[in-house]
């Protein structure tokens, strides 16, 4: 059974800086990108970044310039490096992971139990 687990969400001030991280366990044959999405209350979920296998990268709009998404392939793990933390980036953090488990099963989103970032004075 694949796992996503997340670390690294706290309270922080603004333009304070918080590193994310999510590891992926359990038996997976191929991941072909992963990402963060946020859900901020009363928002719909939304994607801050994403990481291709071949080191591809993209960026919400909002985020550009503050956030850094790296990836460790050997470790199926990937990071979320925010700096320069406003109010707004306020929100639930999920990780997310795009692949597939056998070379006969179809491609499928996994997903994390999601991680609190609150960015207050």
């Known amino acids: 059974q694949v796992q996503l687990v997340e670390s690294g969400g706290g309270l922080v001030q603004p333009g304070g800086s918080l590193r994310l991280s999510c590891a992926v366990s359990?038996?997976?044959?191929?991941?072909?990108?992963m990402g963060w999405y946020r859900q901020a209350p009363g928002k719909q979920r939304e994607l801050v970044s994403r990481?291709?296998?071949?080191?591809?990268?993209n960026y919400a709009d909002s985020v550009k310039g503050r956030f850094t998404i790296s990836r460790d392939n050997a470790k199926n793990t990937v990071y979320l490096q925010m700096n320069s933390l406003k109010p707004e980036d306020t929100a639930v953090y999920y990780c997310?992971?795009?692949?597939?488990?056998?070379?006969?099963?179809?491609?499928?989103?996994?997903w994390g139990q999601g991680t609190q970032v609150t960015v207050s004075s």
């Open positions: 359990g038996s997976i044959f191929s991941i072909y990108a």
């Open positions: 990481i291709t296998s071949g080191g591809s990268t």
């Open positions: 997310n992971a795009f692949g597939r488990i056998s070379p006969d099963q179809p491609v499928r989103h996994y």
